[in-house]
Structure formats: C-alpha cells, structure tokens
C-alpha cells in the first residue's frame, strides 16, 4: 500500500494550459516536500509546507498544504515546456523513524510547445 | 561545486559480480541516504545514515552494503548482483532537522545488471 498517492500518474497538456497535481494520504505529516526531477538528473527540492493550510507560491507553481496535513497540492499556471518532468510529493509522517521521508509514486507532466 | 556528487553515473556489470557506488556531499549535512527509483519511477529508501551511525535500514537484501567512513561519505557496495537490481540509485543528504527531512540528491548511477 502506498502511503502517499499521487495523481494523476500522467500529464499531457499543451503550453500555456494550467494544471494540478494531487498528493494524498491517510496519515498525518509533520512536514511535506515537493520535488522536480529531470531525465537523467535527481530530483530537486521546489518546497516544503508545514503548517496546515498553508499556501506557498513560487514563480508560476503554488502548493498548499491540507488543513489536517494529510494531503497536497500543486497547482501551476501557464504551464511552459520547460516545467515538463517528474514531480515528486515526499512526507514525514508523525509517527515514523525520525529523518524518514515517504515518496509518492509521481507524477509525470510533459507541457508541450 | 557540486553539492552531492556520486560515481560511476553509469554501471554495466555482469550478473553475479561485485560493485561499488561512491557518494559525497560537502553541505556539511549530517544525515546521508540511499534511495533505489525502479523502472516506473518510484524512489525507494534504502539505507540511512546519521553521522555514520545506520538509522534506518529498509527490507534491503543483505548484499547491499553500506559503509559511510565519514559523515560526508556513503558508498553501497553490492555482492553478488541479480538482474533486479537494475536500476538508478540515487545518494542524498539532509541537515539533522528531521521532521522537515528535506533532502539533497545526487545525479544517480544508473546500473544494468547484464
């Protein structure tokens, strides 16, 4: 069982579109990070969020934070080509081994020109 | 001035042999990971070191090795490979800040196991 899911899995729009990404669990985190990986790179930290509620924006991308702190998303708006890779939400859930982030199973945006 | 560097980026050895990956980092981060990202993307944790002490070790077979000599170092050694451990191993660190956790990857070394 995947404790955070992603959706959608896949993301196909064109230039200019806007888009979200959701991120979800049943548990509870103390914090939750959102990530951009390239092909052939590692993945690179756009975020954290941690107060529930709580809405960050950065450039065009905005994330919010579920009010329990159960869920997330990523919302952004004229989408352009070069925001096409993989999006990763990650969590540390409240009651796990300290320094253990969950990765969702992510979600893959090609933005087309 | 790469922050978290990893050798080779690319592996292609035989099925049964021996391997070593090396990771770096010079954030001065405490805490080290290894993380393995299979076929369809998802990132598994593997190991967890805090300061060169283990601290998390998942459901990994035990021919996968790691050695941190120092807290700016962590290298996975693997006996024995099968093919399905190909794949991209990913290194990355994180300060000691645990409940934000937000962490730093590497390149990745992307291993075929033939």
């Known amino acids: 069982t995947q404790l955070l899911e992603q959706s959608p899995q896949f993301l196909s729009i064109q230039e200019g579109e806007n888009l979200t990404v959701y991120c979800n669990s049943s548990?509870?985190?103390?914090?939750l990070q959102w990530y951009r990986q390239e092909p052939g790179e590692g993945p690179v930290l756009l975020v954290t969020?941690?107060?529930?509620?709580e809405v960050k924006k950065l450039k065009r991308l905005t994330f919010q934070f579920g009010d329990a702190r159960k869920d997330s998303s990523l919302h952004i708006t004229a989408a352009q080509p070069g925001d096409t890779g993989l999006y990763l939400c990650?969590?540390?859930?409240?009651?796990?081994?300290?320094?253990?982030?969950?990765f969702g199973d992510g979600t893959t945006l090609t933005v087309k020109p | 001035d790469t922050a978290v560097s990893q050798t080779p980026k690319y592996l292609v050895t035989q099925m049964g042999n021996d391997k070593s990956i090396k990771c770096e980092q010079n954030?001065?981060?405490?805490?080290m990971y290894w993380y393995k990202q299979d076929s369809k993307k998802f990132l598994k944790i593997m190991f967890s070191?805090?300061?060169?002490?283990?601290?998390i070790n998942e459901t990994v077979p035990n021919r996968f090795s790691p050695k941190s000599p120092d807290k700016a170092h962590l290298n996975l050694h693997i006996n024995s490979l099968e093919l399905g451990d190909s794949a991209v191993y990913f290194c990355?660190?994180?300060?000691?800040?645990?409940?934000?956790?937000?962490?730093?990857f590497g390149p990745g070394t992307r291993l075929t196991v033939l």
């Open positions: 990355a660190s994180s300060r000691q800040d645990l409940s934000y956790n937000e962490q730093f």
């Open positions: 548990s509870v985190f103390s914090s």
């Open positions: 969020v941690v107060t529930g509620g």
């Open positions: 990650a969590g540390h859930p409240i009651n796990t081994n300290a320094g253990k982030s969950t």
């Open positions: 954030l001065g981060h405490d805490t």
């Open positions: 070191y805090n300061n060169k002490e283990l601290i």
